[in-house]
């Protein structure tokens, strides 16, 4: 059973451009959640999607969007990119009905904006 | 809302001392507690977590953790330190109710040193 699978592990994007992260959730699991964690920081949640819409937003700016397909698949998208988006860019997935929640994290993305 | 305080951005022990790392948090509901361990260029690891059962949770490669409410405390503890522990470890809440379900505030994180 695969866990949380992230794509691509690492990419270079140049200042200004746009990038799309994607996340496909553990089996079972609904709901999808993205983190950035920039260097020697702790994650920071940046929105939660549940049935195809955002259902909570961290503090980001609207340069952040994101999208849940059927599927339950995810993606992140980050517009005109500041280098200060270069980070570690975590999914969690859980399913929302359980009790005690259960989240599990992908390996994450490696975004470098030079 | 919720929030995590860790104090002590570094910690270092010896090999074969007790590993003490101190979580904080604050918590308009009950809370869900986690501590998550990353090592480098990697992603996080589930080491425990505390959902309002057993106060005293146990996790992973040794490492246990109290929930203290009186406290607000959650403290992740292990009897003995490996060199495999060296790592960054976070501790996490989260609400197990309302508007912020399934979000998780993670603490600043700390970086544990063992030395031989």
């Known amino acids: 059973d695969a866990g949380v699978t992230q794509s691509p592990t690492h990419l270079i994007k140049t200042r200004g451009q746009q990038v799309t992260l994607r996340c496909s959730p553990k089996?079972?699991?609904?709901?999808v959640s993205w983190y950035q964690q920039a260097l020697g920081q702790g994650p920071q949640f940046i929105f939660q999607?549940?049935?195809?819409?955002?259902?909570q937003r961290g503090n980001f700016p609207d340069r952040f969007s994101g999208h849940q397909f059927p599927n339950y698949s995810s993606e992140l998208n980050v517009n005109a990119l500041l280098l200060g988006d270069s980070a570690l860019y975590l999914c969690?997935?859980?399913?929302?009905?359980?009790?005690?929640?259960?989240?599990?994290f992908g390996s994450g993305t490696r975004l470098t904006v030079v | 809302a919720q929030s995590v305080t860790q104090l002590g951005s570094h910690v270092s022990v010896s090999e074969g001392a007790l590993v003490l790392l101190r979580c904080n948090y604050s918590?308009?509901?009950?809370?869900?507690l986690f501590w998550y361990v990353q090592y480098p260029n990697q992603g996080l690891q589930l080491l425990l977590k505390?959902?309002?059962?057993?106060?005293l949770v146990k996790g992973i490669n040794g490492f246990e953790a109290e929930f203290k409410k009186s406290e607000t405390s959650f403290h992740l503890t292990k009897p003995s330190a490996h060199m495999s522990d060296a790592a960054e470890y976070f501790c996490?809440?989260?609400?197990?109710?309302?508007?912020?379900?399934?979000?998780?505030?993670f603490g600043r994180g700390t970086q544990l040193t063992v030395w031989p």
């Open positions: 918590s308009s509901v009950p809370p869900y």
């Open positions: 969690a997935s859980s399913w929302r009905q359980s009790r005690p929640l259960a989240i599990t």
């Open positions: 996490a809440v989260s609400a197990d109710r309302g508007s912020t379900l399934g979000r998780l505030y």
């Open positions: 999607y549940y049935e195809e819409e955002e259902r």
């Open positions: 089996s079972g699991h609904d709901t």
């Open positions: 505390y959902t309002s059962a057993a106060t």
